[in-house]
């Protein structure tokens, strides 16, 4: 049993993704009253139009950029389970530094939301770091729990202190409109974010496997104790990677914000945190592969959304699509000798 | 209060009780929560199925040690990793029990017990706190008492052992998990059936907070009663507090979060970078 973050092999991200397609197919299934209705909707309706196919390539931006701070922590042998709070969280600030500053010119704003944002969940994921450096603390517990703790936090200012009483919406105020980035297929989502998610991507796959940063942070990840006997310092690589996924977590809230929902929504992060280990493991945690997983993420999950909408039953399909996803992606289905 | 915190301390000790056996075998049990997820929503349906609630708990261990299964299958027959296993068996939960509600009883909400809720009293205590507290003897001499509990603990701590006397640490490794998910699953059980209600995001952290009840119980079974209590102490007092101060319940939620963190750290700082996992 593999404790340290693998990346298993191509066939098991195929497998994985393959049998949760399966299983979408029996839940569809034995869940709508027309099977193919729903499938149709499942297949067809995320690239149907401009409108749906726009907010599927808009979700896959976001879900890669948030993937891309999984692969590095990963990489560094480290666990973020918190970066559905690091997202969260940091897309509230960043919303909060924006409306406390509204007369910027649109992209010094920007800058700064984004800047709030990440710095915001770069803090959060390096506690983490930094009790397991201190005293050996799982960070795989604390960075779950430290954002657990804080997104009802978040929610409560979200519709307490923090709410627009104008709107009729968990929301907080909108972002002054000069803070919106630029819409690249009206009339959907797809907005500039996008594109600067795949500039991210290559960004992270040049440091990883071209720099000497890079090259030590996945010996770090593959044994800690020899990387240490190396002359690797090990609190760069502990805080220092949780600190950058954490930041990759933030700007993703960040991005969402200024980008999609121009303001802080109650349940924003609606799970993008956890899609992105799922999406980060199918990409074989390789800063290119995730954009591939991304696509493809954000097409069953555009799907899934289609399909509930075109079906009487209303489901989790998500949920469920991203739990079989992961229960097989670190598997190995080649027989290896005697098994101890 | 204190018998508030008696009820509280039940679902959190039965569920670490099983976090002590998959630890021991060496496994780090991040998909308690989805466990005990399941086992409060198969108690409730198994119950209005049968009206009986001892059907019910049983209901609640059957659906655990099932999802346990699909847990220790992935990760010791396919050999996936544990962490991103454990991660899937808490979204499985989180997603098939709201399918199986809406499949069963037309609605992903809210499901009524349609017998009336509450268990019986024995000795002047409530049932359930008894069977808790027996439960933790029973594994703790199960573990330190017996050949099978010895070979588990071998499994997490010295597994060349078991392989040099032929005997496969796989193997009791799979019996702990699917353990494991009996006892969260009946934990999970005993919550709804409490309540006579099953609500989503019924677990409300317990999972998580079991699991650290683990460390701090010294990974003992009764060390876990201590560790149970002193976190159902808290919640009980949260609880109270939400009465008489000017705390919003939003903020609440994420309080036993906040205490099991701290616990954590705690636990750690004192240990002083005695190695908890790897």
């Known amino acids: 049993m593999a404790r340290r973050p693998t990346t298993g092999s191509l066939w098991s991200s195929l497998l994985a993704v393959g049998a949760a397609l399966a299983v979408t197919v029996v839940l569809l299934g034995v869940g709508s009253a027309s099977w193919g209705d729903a499938l149709e909707a499942f297949f067809v309706q995320p690239i149907a139009n401009r409108y749906y ?75 983490s770091g930094i009790l397991r450096r201190a005293w050996g603390t799982p960070e795989l517990i604390t960075s779950y729990l430290l954002s657990a703790a804080l997104i009802p936090a978040a929610e409560y200012l979200i519709t307490g202190p923090a709410n627009d009483p104008a709107r009729n919406l968990l929301a907080t105020r909108t972002l002054p409109e000069a803070y919106w980035l630029p819409r690249l297929l009206v009339p959907s989502e797809l ?85 992105a280990i ?19 993420f954000a097409y069953l999950d555009a799907g899934a959304k289609a399909s509930m909408l075109h079906t009487e039953f209303t489901f989790e399909l998500g949920t469920i699509i991203q739990a079989v996803i992961l229960l ?13 | 209060m204190i018998a508030n915190a008696l009820e509280l301390m039940v679902p959190i000790l039965i569920a670490a009780l099983g976090g ?55 990760c010791i027959e396919m050999r996936a990793n544990i962490f991103v296993a454990g991660l899937a068996t808490n979204l499985l939960a989180a997603g098939l029990v709201p399918y199986a509600s809406a499949l069963t009883f037309g609605t992903k909400g809210v499901v009524r017990l ?27 001499v199960a573990l330190f008492r017996t050949p099978f509990g010895m070979r588990l603990r071998a499994t997490g701590g010295n597994p060349q052992a078991l392989l040099a006397r032929a005997l496969s640490p796989d193997r009791y490794r799979r019996i702990a998990m ?60 949260a609880g109270a507090a939400q009465g008489f101060t000017e705390i919003p319940g939003t903020l609440l939620l994420g309080l036993p979060y906040l205490i099991t963190l701290a616990a954590m750290v705690g636990y750690s700082a004192i240990g002083r970078r005695s190695r908890i996992e790897r």
């Open chain 1, 53 to 127: 196919f726009g907010n599927m390539v808009s979700l896959m931006g976001y879900l890669l950029l948030a993937s891309l701070g999984i692969v590095i922590a990963f990489r560094g042998g480290l666990y973020n389970l918190g970066g559905e709070g690091q997202l969260f969280v940091g897309a509230l600030v960043g919303t909060l530094a924006g409306l406390a500053v509204p007369g910027l010119p649109g992209p010094l704003g920007v800058v700064l939301v984004l800047l709030a944002a990440s710095l915001t969940g770069a803090l959060l994921a390096s506690v």
């Open chain 2, 20 to 74: 002590v056996l998959t630890e021991r075998a060496g496994v780090l049990n991040i998909g308690l929560e989805g466990l005990i997820l399941v086992g409060a929503f198969a108690a409730v349906a198994g119950a209005n199925a049968t009206g009986s609630l001892a059907a019910g708990l049983l209901a609640g261990a059957i659906a655990g040690a099932a999802l346990a299964t699909v847990y220790s299958v992935a």
């Open chain 1, 278 to 296: 799922a999406v980060a493991l199918v990409g074989r945690l390789h800063p290119l592969g995730a954009i591939l997983s991304a696509l493809v």
């Open chain 1, 328 to 340: 097989l992606v670190t598997a190995s289905f080649v027989v290896r000798g005697r098994r101890r």
């Open chain 2, 178 to 237: 699917v353990l494991s998910g009996a006892l969260a699953g009946f934990a999970g059980a005993e919550v709804s059936l409490r309540l006579g209600v099953y609500l989503p995001n019924i677990s409300a952290g317990r999972g998580w907070i079991a699991l650290v009840a683990v460390f701090l119980g010294m990974r003992h079974p009764l060390g876990a009663v201590g560790a149970a209590l002193v976190f159902a102490l808290f919640e009980s007092f």
């Open chain 1, 191 to 275: 907005n500039l974010a996008f594109p600067l998610a795949l500039v991210v991507a290559v960004m992270v796959y040049l440091a990883m496997f071209l720099s000497v940063r890079g090259y030590e942070l996945r010996l770090f990840g593959l044994n800690e104790e020899f990387a240490v006997y190396a002359g690797i310092d090990p609190t760069t690589y502990s805080v220092g990677a949780l600190g950058l996924s954490g930041a990759l977590h933030g700007l993703t809230g960040g991005l969402m914000v200024v980008g999609t929902y121009h303001a802080a929504i109650s349940g924003f992060s609606g799970g993008i945190g956890w899609n």
């Open chain 2, 114 to 140: 349609v017998a009336e809720p509450g268990f019986p009293r024995v000795l002047g205590l409530p049932l359930m706190i008894v069977v808790a507290v027996a439960l933790a003897i029973v594994t703790s």
